[in-house]
């Protein structure tokens, strides 16, 4: 006859028993959950992120844009959904948001940058060289960038895009202009012929001419002006009308 202990199965050596088995797992299931927690919680700040290519546009109205919280955890953060926000803002042309290893947003924007003023039925409104309308207002109060006349647009709203050719002719001509020359000039004149005239701010007549080879004139354009520095009051005119610019020297009085 056997005994109670006769019938007990036999323990395997090195085996752990079961209940340890299930205290591990829980343990190694409890650590899983605190971490995904940690790295989703909204309440610590998990990684970095960095902004590249902002000139005119901080880096608190970057974030604030993007929908980025205060407390920054990378893991939140959906790079698409961010890209769409950046880009419903007007001043942005382009904007791309990327992951960097270990735990870092790179938000990469290009601005727009306006160029002109232009009449509409309303008053004015400000066009970037893409011809995007930037800005409206009913009077200009500064005049940051030349004004186009001869032209005049009709009812047009912030974001709609210009396509009429000879205001197009003249974004082309400042589109290539740096923001140093582009302050120095107050006006584009486009003439009944579609002959472009440009004033600089010390009055000085820079004609244009035929909207052609519009790069190189921009070029000649940034060229002389810093060329001639602040001899622009003894000038009458500069013609880049011509493969060799000509420049006009006003005649001294005696």
């Known amino acids: 006859m056997k005994t109670w202990e006769e019938g007990q199965p036999e323990q395997t050596p090195g085996r752990k028993p079961p209940r340890k088995n299930l205290a591990l797992l829980l343990l190694a299931l409890a650590v899983i959950v605190a971490?995904?927690?940690?790295?989703?919680?909204?309440?610590?700040?998990?990684?970095?992120v960095v902004v590249e290519g902002?000139?005119?546009?901080?880096?608190?109205?970057?974030?604030?844009?993007?929908?980025i919280p205060s407390e920054i955890n990378i893991f939140r953060l959906n790079t698409a959904t961010i890209t769409t926000r950046l880009l419903r803002d007007l001043r942005i042309?382009?904007?791309?948001?990327?992951r960097q290893f270990p735990a870092t947003i790179v938000i990469a924007v290009s601005e727009r940058q306006p160029v002109a003023w232009i009449a509409c039925s309303y008053g004015f409104v400000q066009l970037d060289a893409q011809g995007v309308v930037m800005a409206a207002v009913k009077s200009i109060k500064k005049v940051d960038v030349p004004i186009i006349t001869g032209a005049r647009l009709g009812n047009v709203y912030i974001g709609d895009q210009i396509d009429t050719q000879t205001v197009q002719n003249v974004l082309a001509y400042l589109g290539e202009l740096d923001e140093a020359t582009l302050g120095q000039l107050s006006e584009i004149n486009i003439k009944s012929a579609g002959d472009l005239v440009a004033y600089t701010v010390q009055a000085v007549t820079i004609r244009?001419?035929?909207?052609?080879?519009?790069?190189?004139?921009?070029k000649f354009t940034a060229d002389i002006l810093k060329e001639i520095g602040?001899?622009?009051?003894?000038?009458e005119y500069i013609d880049l009308n011509y493969?060799?610019?000509y420049i006009k020297f006003r005649q001294s009085s005696r």
């Not at 971490?35 to 989703?40: K, M």
């Not at 244009?208 to 921009?218: F, I, S, V």
């Open 54 to 67: 902002n000139k005119y546009i901080s880096q608190e109205d970057i974030y604030s844009i993007a929908g």
């Open 93 to 98: 042309g382009e904007a791309e948001v990327t």
């Open 243 to 245: 493969a060799s610019p």
């Open 230 to 235: 602040t001899k622009k009051g003894a000038i």
């Open 208 to 218: 244009l001419g035929p909207p052609d080879r519009l790069p190189e004139k921009a």
């Open 35 to 48: 971490a995904f927690l940690f790295v989703n919680s909204g309440f610590f700040a998990v990684g970095a």
